[in-house]
């Protein structure tokens, strides 16, 4: 027979387990976020490194980038890494990521079934999935850098690229 005690430890241990649920799965959330959003960069990267010439126009530009975006990540750094436009550093840092990426998405669940009883495993977890996050948003951040500059230099304005950025903004809600 249960005690009143037992049910109570129970729930404790059942709410400290939904607390640690929460925490892995928003993070889970934000890395994959954040990898989604280095990949869509990588995918404007194609584009205007790759695809497009100059005096192309707003639709066939958008047309290509539809394409673009349809393909998955590995593809699209294969594709960068055979044109020989991306700086060796930045290739294995894209490719880590694509790994890093896919186990979590496609493996990181299975291979960590019981880690909410386990804080040890969990907080490495966790770290594991932090780092992911990170390094998909400084990736983000130096391609697109990168892009800014390279647009500049085929002469588009930084003040059109910062109206259009700050348009993207705030449509999104950041």
């Not at 790994?99 to 594991?128: C, I, M, P, S, Y």
Request: net charge negative; aromatic share 6%.
């Amino acid at each position: 027979m249960s005690t009143v005690s037992e049910s109570s430890e129970d729930l404790q241990l059942l709410l400290a387990q939904n607390q640690l649920l929460v925490q892995m799965l928003t993070r889970v959330g934000y890395a994959v976020w954040q990898a989604a959003e280095c990949e869509d960069t990588l995918a404007h990267y194609v584009i205007l490194r790759l695809r497009a010439s100059k005096g192309i126009g707003e639709r066939e530009g958008l047309d290509l980038l539809a394409k673009a975006q349809s393909r998955t990540f590995g593809h699209t750094l294969r594709e960068l890494k055979d044109a020989s436009v991306l700086s060796p550093a930045i290739e294995a840092r894209l490719s880590k990521l694509v790994d890093d990426r896919n186990w979590l998405v496609h493996r990181a669940k299975r291979e960590n079934r019981g880690v909410l009883n386990d804080l040890t495993r969990f907080d490495q977890l966790v770290a594991r999935i932090d780092g992911i996050a990170s390094e998909a948003l400084e990736l983000h951040k130096e391609l697109a850098a990168e892009l800014e500059e390279f647009a500049v230099q085929a002469g588009v304005d930084r003040r059109e690229i910062d109206i259009e950025a700050a348009n993207l903004s705030a449509a999104w809600g950041y």
